[in-house]
């Protein structure tokens, strides 16, 4: 498995607390997506498209999530008007995801991964956005992995350093699986379940390890604005 520099980011789960993580032993990075040549149901930013009508999520917990986040502007759904609550999401997915909710500054500099060409044209501008602003770095070899799906662990430490939030580095956790979360992710996972920001997937687990999804994302992206406003 490759090691990031950093630990990389949180994600959500199956519910309106967390979210993914397949990677549980190094702090990879966020993303959404797999279709690198389109930017799947990621939007184009800005709330002033025509109105969106999801054909899919009604009666899934994240409906209101997901809708609030199309008003929003940052994430729209596909072209055949399905937002695939349940799909997973990468690191490319993710991170234009929070950097459009955000509306993080563009400095226009180059990105100086060795698999930058593999990374989205549309998402590459949020990337350099994410790296600048500390929420997301590469892993040992050089690469970014814009395609690696994220854990749970992953995506919430990534909201966590978004946030701004302090981190306590001795912060414990009361999971029932609290051995499961990366060692790295401990911190920031505490953080932000004291906050409010994420929550356990029921029976006192917390599933750092859990491939997250895009309702996931959304709703953990959408739980931060909440925060911060």
């Given at each position: 498995?490759?090691?990031?520099?950093?630990?990389?980011?949180?994600?959500?789960?199956?519910?309106?607390?967390?979210?993914?993580g397949?990677s549980?032993?190094?702090?990879?990075?966020?993303?959404?997506?797999?279709?690198?040549?389109?930017?799947?149901?990621?939007?184009?930013?800005?709330?002033?498209?025509?109105?969106?009508?999801?054909?899919?999520?009604?009666?899934?917990?994240?409906?209101?999530?997901?809708?609030?986040?199309?008003?929003?502007g940052?994430?729209?759904?596909?072209?055949?008007?399905?937002?695939?609550?349940?799909?997973?999401?990468n690191?490319?997915?993710?991170?234009?995801?929070?950097?459009?909710?955000?509306?993080?500054?563009?400095?226009?500099?180059?990105?100086?991964?060795?698999?930058?060409?593999?990374?989205?044209a549309?998402?590459?501008?949020?990337?350099?956005?994410?790296?600048?602003?500390?929420?997301?770095?590469?892993?040992?070899?050089?690469?970014?992995?814009?395609?690696?799906?994220?854990?749970?662990?992953?995506?919430?430490?990534?909201?966590?350093?978004?946030?701004?939030?302090?981190?306590?580095?001795?912060?414990?956790?009361?999971f029932?699986?609290?051995?499961?979360?990366?060692?790295?992710?401990?911190?920031?996972?505490?953080?932000?379940?004291?906050?409010?920001?994420?929550?356990?997937?029921?029976?006192?687990?917390?599933?750092?390890?859990?491939?997250?999804?895009?309702?996931?994302?959304?709703?953990?992206?959408?739980?931060?604005?909440?925060?911060?406003?």
């Amino acid at each position: 498995m490759k090691k990031e520099k950093t630990d990389p980011g949180p994600g959500p789960g199956t519910g309106p607390g967390t979210g993914p993580g397949t990677s549980p032993e190094t702090n990879p990075g966020p993303g959404p997506g797999t279709n690198p040549g389109t930017n799947p149901g990621t939007g184009t930013g800005g709330g002033n498209e025509s109105e969106v009508v999801l054909k899919d999520i009604a009666g899934h917990w994240a409906a209101s999530a997901i809708n609030e986040a199309v008003k929003a502007g940052f994430v729209k759904g596909y072209e055949d008007s399905q937002f695939r609550p349940n799909k997973s999401v990468n690191r490319a997915e993710f991170i234009t995801m929070l950097a459009r909710a955000l509306n993080l500054s563009d400095s226009g500099k180059a990105l100086s991964f060795k698999d930058s060409d593999k990374i989205p044209a549309w998402a590459q501008s949020f990337v350099t956005q994410a790296v600048e602003s500390g929420i997301i770095s590469g892993y040992a070899d050089g690469t970014f992995g814009p395609e690696k799906e994220l854990s749970r662990a992953e995506m919430v430490a990534m909201i966590v350093r978004a946030s701004g939030i302090k981190v306590n580095p001795n912060a414990k956790l009361s999971f029932a699986d609290s051995k499961s979360v990366p060692a790295w992710a401990v911190p920031y996972v505490a953080t932000a379940v004291e906050a409010g920001l994420v929550s356990g997937v029921g029976q006192n687990r917390f599933a750092p390890q859990q491939i997250a999804t895009r309702a996931e994302a959304v709703a953990l992206i959408i739980g931060l604005l909440n925060k911060t406003k």
